[in-house]
């Protein structure tokens, strides 16, 4: 089975995964449903994790401190600082792209979640590795805040897989158009 790495993403309905200051609360100001079945068969779905520094610090500091949410899946940190030692993931200094896909893809088959901000998402799109996108629109304007899609990605080509409300929330899944190259 070829991996396939999938974007699964939450950002406001003008375009910022947080605000300025980092903070993703407006997340959870909208209820979702209850189980999220979608998110459940997702990750059920998935051989691995790639995670951005900044996000991996952002869930041992702030969402999740005392216990590791993705316990038992293994997890990859892609990171420019220091590597601290943490049983629950692997970290690497390789540059996001395809050397970390390379490096995963040695060890498991299937899909691999990209989890992180705009600049590690920049980094595999600059060499068109993502397969899919899932991402979720919140009906919340910022105004301001970290964007989903930094200044200076690639133009990428996306044909639209499926799009429909969970509620007051839009999925909309598109997967990369392999026929515009």
């Not at 041992?60 to 038992?72: A, H, N, V």
């Not at 997890?75 to 030692?85: E, I, L």
């Not at 893809?105 to 979640?113: V, Y």
């Not at 910022?142 to 989903?148: F, Q, V």
Request: aromatic share 12%; proline share 8%.
């Amino acid at each position: 089975m070829k991996n396939k790495l999938i974007l699964y993403i939450a950002m406001s309905l003008d375009g910022y995964i947080a605000d300025k200051d980092g903070d993703i609360s407006f997340l959870n100001e909208t209820p979702s449903p209850s189980p999220d079945l979608a998110y459940e068969a997702f990750y059920h779905s998935l051989q691995a994790i790639i995670i951005g520094g900044k996000t991996y610090r952002q869930i041992k500091t702030e969402l999740s401190p005392d216990k590791w949410p993705y316990e038992g899946m293994p997890c990859y940190v892609c990171t420019r600082q220091p590597f601290q030692y943490d049983t629950n993931v692997q970290f690497t200094s390789l540059p996001p792209g395809k050397q970390v896909l390379d490096l995963i893809s040695k060890e498991h088959s299937g899909n691999i979640w990209l989890m992180g901000g705009g600049e590690i998402i920049s980094c595999f799109m600059c060499e068109n590795l993502i397969d899919k996108y899932y991402i979720y629109v919140m009906p919340t304007l910022l105004g301001k805040g970290i964007p989903l899609f930094p200044p200076e990605f690639p133009k990428t080509n996306l044909k639209l897989e499926s799009c429909k409300n969970i509620g007051e929330i839009v999925e909309l899944i598109y997967q990369k158009d392999v026929s515009k190259g």
